[in-house]
Nanobody
């Protein structure tokens, strides 16, 4: 079994900074990529940032220059540093990992965390 657990979501003032963490645990053979998504009330889930096993990163246009995704491969943990936060970025931030489990090395699957609430006050 594989689990993803996010942490770090809190209430922050507009213009502030926050760092989210997501740790993957369980019977993991290898992780291909890890991503951060967010979902605001009444809105669709949207991709925020991606980091591959090789360390390549990609960001949604609306966070470029303000957010940074990083990864500690030894800890199976991905981070999202968020700076200059805006009220409209209030959302549940969810971690996603595309990985191969020990129990089935012939395929990769997507796993999701339960999310962490980020609230940005104006």
């Amino acid at each position: 079994q594989v689990q993803l657990v996010e942490s770090g979501g809190v209430l922050v003032h507009a213009g502030g900074s926050l760092r989210l963490s997501c740790e993957a645990s369980g019977r993991i053979f290898s992780i291909n990529r890890m991503c951060w998504y967010r979902q605001a009330p009444g809105k669709q889930r949207e991709l925020v940032a991606v980091i591959t096993s090789g360390g390549n990163t990609n960001y949604a246009d609306y966070v470029k220059g303000r957010f940074t995704i990083s990864r500690d491969k030894a800890k199976n943990t991905v981070y999202l540093q968020m700076n200059r936060l805006k009220p409209e970025e209030t959302a549940v931030y969810l971690c996603n990992a595309n990985l191969t489990s020990v129990t089935n090395r012939l395929r990769t699957d997507d796993y999701w965390g339960q999310g962490t609430q980020v609230t940005v006050s104006s």
